[in-house]
């Protein structure tokens, strides 16, 4: 059932010993070991799976070393695995201890280092990481084990052999290097084997119920969406588009229509590039430009709505309206026919051949989105359809998705996290999608969770305020999943939407350069295992499968271990292709496949990463780092944002206060503190910072640097604008 290949065995000594250490993911992963060594291997393995008589006494003819929970057969195991390892033996122990009920790599125990201690030789460790188990039927995806059908027959393994490492080695940076083999595993798989196009038509074709909706009322099934797209795909070419556009703009909330327009795009084999309508037109130029955008999708309402006049933009707009307006626009008898077809009759790889979408790869650009500009002018991330598809798989493997699940699409498609996310995987996964155009309208978000059912909500901690203020339990009443990302998710908040919807919130962490999601906690009802550790409040989770993330000295540049804060960086299939047209500052960013997050965090020894700050967001004042997180948060804390009475659906949503900073002529830098009207004096919000929250002084602003302004700027993708507070 397993066509296993393999990957720099040359890494594996012919002679001597040598501690072979991989990530555990399925019960037969030692056997493949076995079969993949020419050379014997002796398996370190738990005596409670071997209860068999038959089993065991074959176990012994291949010089199992066997293990339980008693003391005495602890010291046995190691003692025996120690000696063979000196003897010239090859023994594998599987570091983990169990197996991996997310795909994730789980925390290392000590087992593999008090071998090593025993040791009187010098041997190497070999980490290897077995790629492709996830998803057989021997592995726990899909929530159970065994017992589902094979996705695929021969199912194909890739088995990875790292560099020997000293057996002086951390057990961190161990670990870091058998993540950092599935890393390079999955870049290899992601940027070969994916195209969004083609998932979406599987997908579409196997779905005979709702697929999408949004809160006009509009609601299309797979089969319906595939048909309208297709149908769409013909009158764009005919009269929007020229063939030689590979970029095309789009000005759209996410809707039904939208997803339409975006699906009809990626069938032509063109790049939707879904612009940022709460900045400038000046702005949207510079997108335009870029990327060489000749015509904008958009509708009249949009673009009223947002307040842009077609004379701003340097590109032509084509209006929606136009299809059902103009006669000469609207669907032919032979569209409908070819779409009706296609959609219901012709088998899905035959339209993939039609459609010549087989000679889209993985490492084909899928889209453009240009960063927030919350510290800079935005820049055109390019992300490949290896990069989404890895990111989907991610989501699906981390929240458990199936058919029973709806997610709610409040986020635009500008939005890294919308267009990944709710987007395309909606698209790309067997689950509905219920859109609506605007994120803090918390009361119709309310009523589309109670009329659709929704079971999975994905928002910036700020919305989830809104939500929690004007939504009743009643309405979330099938909520099941809540994630957060882009900002740190505060207790407080966590703690009160957990109370009032019995959902806790979990954390996630990505960037739009890591198209986006980088880490994630295992929601709390989604977590199959007792005794594996899938959440930790205060952290952004671990590192998605095929992602490994490590933390650099930020003066150095030296590799920290764990619980020791730094730069941290990220490497595997989800980072982009570069920014666009400036492979300079993508250079700065990405070398040797790392992504350099400009975030400090650190790394726990269950490896959950957790993030302390963003370089861009510490002070130097009198010589030391002040983060303006750390103060943001306690100032927040203080004024108790989680009361607070705004009724207005389009505010900030609770941000009571922001920090920020200026140049000081004494000490470098000083703190500047940006807040709408408190309702504790200023005075008393200094003292709690020192008495309630420990702050030191110079990490506390003076009563001179709280400054009083109408609003928070919070730009639209529901993150703090930091250039807006330096302006």
């Given amino acids: 059932f397993y066509k296993i290949r393999l990957k720099s065995v040359e890494n594996l000594p012919e002679t001597g010993g040598a501690l072979l250490v991989p990530n555990h993911v399925t019960w037969i992963d030692g056997i493949l070991l076995l079969l993949a060594s020419d050379r014997p291997v002796r398996m370190v393995v738990f005596s409670g799976n071997f209860r068999n008589p038959f089993i065991k006494i074959l176990g012994k003819m291949f010089g199992v070393i066997f293990i339980s929970a008693k003391k005495s057969s602890i010291t046995k195991a190691l003692d025996t695995a120690a000696k063979a390892l000196d003897n010239g033996e090859l023994v594998c122990i599987f570091p983990e201890g169990t197996l991996s009920k997310t795909g994730q790599v789980q925390a290392f125990r000590p087992g593999m280092t008090r071998i090593l201690e025993r ?401 994630c906690n295992v929601p709390g009802n989604r977590a199959t295992s007792k005794d594996q550790i899938e959440f930790k409040d205060g952290t952004v989770g671990r590192p998605i499968q095929g992602v490994v993330a490590k933390v650099l000295d930020l003066d150095t540049d030296e590799e920290l271990g764990q619980e020791q804060s730094g730069m941290l960086y990220i490497k595997g299939p989800n980072i982009m292709k570069g920014y666009m047209g400036r492979d300079d500052l993508t250079a700065e960013v990405v070398q040797d496949g790392w992504y350099k997050t400009g975030d400090v965090a650190l790394i726990d020894k269950d490896g959950f990463i957790k993030i302390t700050g963003r370089m861009s967001r510490f002070s130097k004042i009198g010589g030391e780092m002040v983060p303006h997180i750390k103060v943001e948060e306690a100032i927040n804390e203080i004024l108790g944002t989680e009361d607070s009475d705004a009724d207005d659906d389009d505010s900030a949503a609770g941000i009571s206060a922001a920090v920020t900073s200026v140049p000081d002529d004494k000490k470098g830098e000083r703190l500047i503190v940006l807040h709408t009207a408190l309702s504790i004096p200023v005075e008393e919000i200094i003292k709690a910072l020192s008495t309630d929250h420990g702050l030191p002084n110079i990490f506390i602003p003076s009563a001179e640097s709280f400054m009083q302004v109408d609003e928070i700027p919070i730009l639209g993708t529901g993150k703090l604008d930091l250039k807006g507070l330096k302006t």
């Fill in 119 to 519: 040791t009187k030789t010098d041997v190497p460790v070999i980490p290897i990481y077995l790629d492709g188990l996830w998803g057989s039927i021997f592995s726990f995806d899909r929530g159970k084990y065994f017992w589902k059908l094979p996705k695929r027959i021969p199912y194909p393994v890739w088995i990875h052999f790292g560099p020997p490492l000293s057996k002086d080695e951390s057990i961190h940076i161990v670990r870091q290097r058998v993540q950092d083999l599935g890393a390079n595993a999955m870049n290899q798989r992601a940027h070969n084997e994916s195209c969004l196009a083609a998932d979406f038509i599987y997908q579409a074709k196997r779905n005979k119920k709702v697929k999408i909706a949004d809160s006009s009322g509009a609601k299309l099934s797979g089969k319906g969406l595939l048909l309208k797209s297709l149908v769409v795909r013909n009158l764009l070419k005919r009269h929007a588009i020229s063939d030689d556009e590979q970029y095309v703009g789009m000005l759209v909330p996410p809707t039904v229509a939208a997803t339409v327009t975006n699906m009809a795009l990626v069938l032509d084999r063109r790049i939707p590039v879904h612009l940022n309508y709460t900045v400038s037109a000046e702005v949207l130029n510079s997108c335009i430009e870029q990327c060489g955008i000749k015509h904008i999708i958009s509708s009249r309402k949009a673009m009223e709505k947002f307040n842009f006049n077609e004379e701003d933009l340097n590109a032509d707009i084509f209006y929606l309206e136009e299809l059902k307006e103009d006669k000469d626009k609207e669907p032919t008898l032979g569209d409908k026919l070819s779409g009706i077809w296609n959609a219901f009759v012709t088998p899905a790889g035959r339209l993939i051949k039609k459609l010549k979408l087989r000679e889209i790869g993985g490492d084909d650009i899928a889209t453009v989105i240009f960063t927030s500009g919350s510290t800079g002018v935005p820049k055109g991330v390019m992300l490949t359809n290896g990069n989404v598809s890895s990111n989907i798989a991610a989501i699906q493997q981390v929240a458990r998705i199936d058919s029973e699940d709806s997610v709610l699409g409040v986020l635009p498609f500008f939005h890294s996290f919308g267009f990944t996310v709710t987007l395309w995987g909606s698209m790309c996964l067997d689950m509905s999608a219920v859109f609506h155009t605007n994120p803090l309208d918390s009361r119709m978000i309310g009523k589309l969770c109670d009329k659709h059912g929704i079971s999975i909500l994905l928002a910036t901690p700020t919305f989830l305020r809104s939500y929690l203020k004007r939504c009743t339990p009643e309405q979330m009443s099938t909520l099941d999943v809540a994630i957060t990302g882009a900002e740190k998710l505060p207790t407080d908040l966590a703690d009160a939407f957990e109370e009032k919807f019995g959902v806790r919130p979990v954390e996630g962490y990505g960037a739009t350069e890591t198209s986006p999601i980088t880490s």
